[in-house]
C-alpha cells in the first residue's frame, strides 16, 4: 500500500511538472545588451527573465532584451537558466518585436554539453512579433540546464526583441496572457460622466472623496482655466441628489494658478489634499509636491512637503497617501529605478519631514513607465497604471496588494480587464470608501479629447472594507464643542492615525480598516484625555458610525471611565495594553501639580459578593502603584472599591455586564 502510495504521488507530481511553465530566472551570458546615457535598467538581458511583459500584445518594449546595435552582421546570443533542472520537450520565446532573427536553440546539460534543439531554416515572416513555440518529437534524454538563443540580427531590419524564454514538459504550445484579476465579469459597464464634468478638452485625473460626494479633477487647456496658456487647473463637482453629479467648478485661489495645477489626493476627512508641485510666493511653481489644509476661511497656501533627497529626473510625477497620513506613494525616477518612471515610498518622520523616496520593489515596478498611484482607503490596496505588463494596449490599470508592514512587498499586479482598459492610455483609477464606484480617465468613447468614466466595481478588485468614523467634540459640562487631537491607534502596532477636530470646519472623518481592534483618544489642554476602544475585529462590510466624544474638564467633582484600563480574567493584574491610558493620567497630574484624584473600582454581579468588592478594591490599588511608580505622588490618589453595588447597565446580558467593569477617575481637588 504504502509503494502505491508513493507511485500516485510521484505520477501526480510528474503531471503538474509537465504542465507547468518554468520562466528563466538567470543571465547566464548574453553577447552584447541596449544601453545609452538615458537608460538604466531598460532592454538589458534582465529583461527577457520572467513571464511576457508585452506579449500578447507586440511591439518593442524596454521590458525586453535588445542587443547593443541594429542588423549586426556577428551573431548575438543570450543564455539563461531555470529553477529547474528537468527533462523538456518545448521551449517557447517571446519575441515581441522584429520576429524572425533567431537561427538557432541550443541546450546545454547538467555538464554543460551543448546541444542543438532547433535550427531556423525559414526565411522571415511579415510579422511583428510572436510566440515562437518549439516542441520537440520526445523530451530530451538530458535534464536541462540552460538555454541558448543565436541570433542573427540582420535577418530583419531594425531592432529585435525577445520578451521571456519558457521550458515546459507539455507539448501544448506556451501561450502568453495577461495576469487578469480572478473572477472578473464577463463585461463591465463604464458610463462616462457627460458634460457637467467632461468637456471638449481634457479632463484627467480624478479623485474622488472618502464619502464618494465630492469628485475633484484636472482640466486642461480648458477656455475658463487661469492664465493665458490655460495650463491644467483643479476643477471639481458635487454629487446632487439625483445621484447625478452637479456642475463643475473651478476651485479658487490659491489652489488654482496660472501654471500646472493638480489634486493628487484627499484626506478621509476631506480638510487636507495633496497637489502636484510646489507653490512658490511669488505665483510660480518648482519640482516637489505640496499640501493644503481647509480653514473656517477656505483653503490655506500650499506648503511644500519636505522629502529627504528629492532628487527625481522624471519631468513628471503622481502622488497618494494613505488614510492615516503617514505614507506618501509617488512615482518618479530615482535610487535604483527598475527603468523608466516607477513607484515609490516615503514615510513621515518625527521632526514631520519626510523620508528619502525607496523603490517599492520589483514586483510592482518595470522597466517601463508606472503612474497615477491610488492607495485605497483600507491603506493596503493599490491601483497604478503601467506599460510593462501584459495588456490590452497603450498603459493598463492594475490592482496589487500590500502583503506586510514594510510597504516593500506586494502581490503580483493584476490587470483589472479588457472592459475598462483599452488600446487607448488609461489611468488615474480612484475608488471612494464605499467601494461601489471607481473613476478614471480615458480616450475611448471621450466627449473630448480625455474624459473621466466611472464603473461599479467587482468585488475581486474591491479594497478591504473600512469602518468611517465621524463626529465631534464636545465640553461634557456645557455640551459646547471643543477644539481637540484625536488620536487613532491600532491595539498592538505603532500604527496611528491623528486629526485635529475643529469645530469651525465640521466633522472629524477617519477611515479605519475592518478586523482590526483601535484605541481612540482625544485631548485638549485643560481638559481629561478620553479614551476608548473600538473593536471592528468581526466587521467585514463597510461600515458608518457616528461617535461623538464628550470631554471632561479638569474641575473639582467632574469624573471620568478609564475606558482603555484592562485586567487579567478575575484578577488585578494591570495588562500591558492599559498603560497608555495610565501614562496619559499621570501627564494630566504632573501638569495639574495640585490636583488630587479618587480612584473607584466596578466589577458586575457575577460570582462571590465578597470576591468582588475585594477585587474591585485591588484592582484600583494597582492602578494607584503604577501612577506612584511614574512619579505621582502617592497621597495625591485616594481609591475606593465598591464592587458590584453601583452597576451602569443591566447584569442580563455579557454585551451589558462590561460596562459594570470598570475604573472611575474622580477628580477630588483642583
Known amino acids: 500500500m504504502r ?44 529583461q527577457a527573465l520572467g513571464k511576457p511583459s508585452k506579449l500578447p500584445m507586440v511591439g518593442t518594449s524596454p521590458c525586453a532584451w535588445q542587443p547593443l546595435t541594429q542588423d549586426n552582421p556577428q551573431e548575438e546570443f543570450l543564455i539563461v537558466s531555470f529553477d529547474t533542472l528537468m527533462s523538456i520537450q518545448q521551449v517557447a520565446i517571446a519575441e515581441n518585436y522584429g520576429q524572425g ?32 513555440n518549439l516542441v520537440l518529437t520526445k523530451p530530451t534524454s538530458y535534464r536541462v540546464r540552460s538555454i541558448k538563443l543565436v541570433l542573427n540580427t540582420a535577418r530583419v531590419k531594425g531592432w529585435n526583441q525577445i520578451d521571456a524564454i519558457g521550458i515546459s514538459q507539455s507539448t501544448t504550445p506556451i501561450k502568453a496572457s495577461v495576469n487578469l484579476a480572478k473572477n472578473l465579469p464577463q463585461q463591465i459597464i463604464k458610463e462616462n460622466l457627460g458634460q457637467n464634468v467632461n468637456s471638449l478638452y481634457r479632463e484627467i485625473a480624478p479623485v474622488i472623496s472618502p464619502d464618494g460626494k465630492t469628485l475633484y479633477f484636472t482640466r486642461w487647456e480648458h477656455p475658463e482655466n487661469l492664465g493665458k496658456d490655460k495650463n491644467q487647473d483643479v476643477w471639481y463637482s458635487e ?48 519640482n516637489g509636491v505640496s499640501i493644503a489644509k481647509k480653514s473656517e476661511k477656505g483653503w490655506n497656501f500650499p506648503e511644500a512637503l519636505s522629502i529627504k533627497n528629492f532628487k527625481n529626473k522624471s519631468e513628471f510625477s503622481e502622488y497618494s497617501f494613505s488614510a492615516n497620513g503617514r505614507v506618501l506613494i509617488l512615482t518618479g525616477q530615482f535610487k535604483e529605478t527598475q527603468g523608466g518612471k516607477d513607484i515609490y515610498l516615503s514615510f513621515l518622520q518625527a521632526d514631520g519631514k519626510w523620508s528619502e523616496p525607496v523603490n517599492a520593489g520589483k514586483t510592482i515596478n518595470t522597466a517601463d513607465d508606472e503612474s497615477s498611484p491610488f492607495l485605497a482607503a483600507d491603506g493596503t490596496t493599490l491601483y497604478f497604471s503601467s506599460y510593462g505588463f501584459s495588456g490590452y494596449g497603450s498603459s493598463d490599470i492594475f490592482v496589487t496588494r500590500r502583503l506586510d508592514d514594510t510597504w516593500l512587498k506586494w502581490s503580483e499586479p493584476e490587470n483589472v480587464g479588457s472592459s475598462i482598459n483599452t488600446s487607448e492610455w488609461d489611468g488615474y483609477f480612484s475608488i471612494s470608501a464605499l467601494s461601489d464606484f471607481a473613476y478614471y480617465s480615458s480616450r475611448e468613447n471621450a466627449i473630448g479629447q480625455e474624459d473621466i468614466f466611472k464603473f461599479k466595481v467587482p468585488e475581486s478588485i474591491k479594497p478591504n472594507a473600512v469602518v468611517q468614523l465621524t463626529g465631534s467634540v464636545f465640553n461634557i459640562v456645557t455640551n459646547k464643542p471643543v477644539k481637540a487631537k484625536i488620536t487613532l491607534q491600532t491595539m498592538n502596532t505603532a500604527d496611528t492615525v491623528c486629526v485635529t477636530f475643529d469645530p469651525e470646519t465640521g466633522d472629524y472623518k477617519l477611515m479605519l480598516p475592518v478586523q482590526k481592534t483601535y484605541t481612540l483618544t482625544a485631548s485638549q489642554k485643560g481638559f481629561l484625555t478620553f479614551s476608548e476602544t473600538l473593536d471592528f475585529s468581526k466587521e467585514n ?46 501627564a494630566v497630574m504632573k501638569e495639574n501639580a495640585t490636583m488630587e484624584i479618587m480612584l473607584e473600582g466596578h466589577t458586575d454581579n457575577q460570582g462571590d459578593w465578597n470576591a468582588n468588592l475585594t477585587l474591585s478594591k485591588q484592582r484600583v490599588e494597582e492602578v494607584k502603584k503604577y501612577l506612584a511608580s511614574k512619579g505621582v505622588d502617592m497621597r495625591r490618589i485616594q481609591t475606593q472599591g465598591y464592587g458590584s453595588t453601583r452597576p451602569v447597565s443591566s447584569n442580563n446580558s455579557e454585551e451589558k455586564r462590561k460596562f459594570n467593569r470598570r475604573v472611575e477617575f474622580m477628580i477630588i481637588k483642583n
Not at 532573427?101 to 535550427?119: G, M, P
Not at 458610525?545 to 467633582?557: D, H, M
Request: include cysteine; charged fraction near 20%; charge should be positive.
Open 3 to 46: 509503494i502505491f502510495a508513493f507511485l500516485l504521488f510521484f505520477l501526480i507530481s510528474y503531471i503538474t511538472t509537465a504542465q507547468k511553465t518554468f520562466w528563466a530566472s538567470k543571465v547566464v551570458a548574453f553577447s552584447s545588451e541596449y544601453s545609452d546615457a538615458k537608460t538604466t535598467k531598460e532592454n538589458r538581458a534582465t
Open 101 to 132: 532573427c533567431i537561427v538557432r536553440v541550443e541546450a546545454f546539460d547538467e555538464q554543460d554539453n551543448l546541444k542543438l534543439l532547433w535550427t531556423n531554416k525559414t526565411a522571415p515572416s511579415s510579422e511583428t512579433g510572436k510566440m515562437l
Open 541 to 586: 462590510t463597510f461600515k458608518e458610525i457616528k461617535k461623538n466624544i464628550y470631554l471632561v474638564p479638569i474641575e473639582a467633582g467632574q469624573r471620568m471611565t478609564l475606558n482603555s484600563v484592562f485586567f487579567e480574567q478575575s484578577k488585578y493584574d494591570i495588562l500591558p495594553n492599559s498603560y497608555p491610558e495610565l501614562d496619559r493620567i499621570v
Open 239 to 286: 454629487l446632487q441628489k439625483d445621484n447625478k453629479w452637479g456642475m463643475a467648478r473651478s476651485m479658487p485661489a490659491p489652489i488654482n494658478n496660472t501654471e500646472h495645477n493638480a489634486l493628487c489626493a484627499i484626506s478621509p476627512d476631506g480638510k487636507t489634499i495633496l497637489l502636484n508641485n510646489v507653490y512658490l510666493k511669488d505665483g510660480g511653481m518648482a
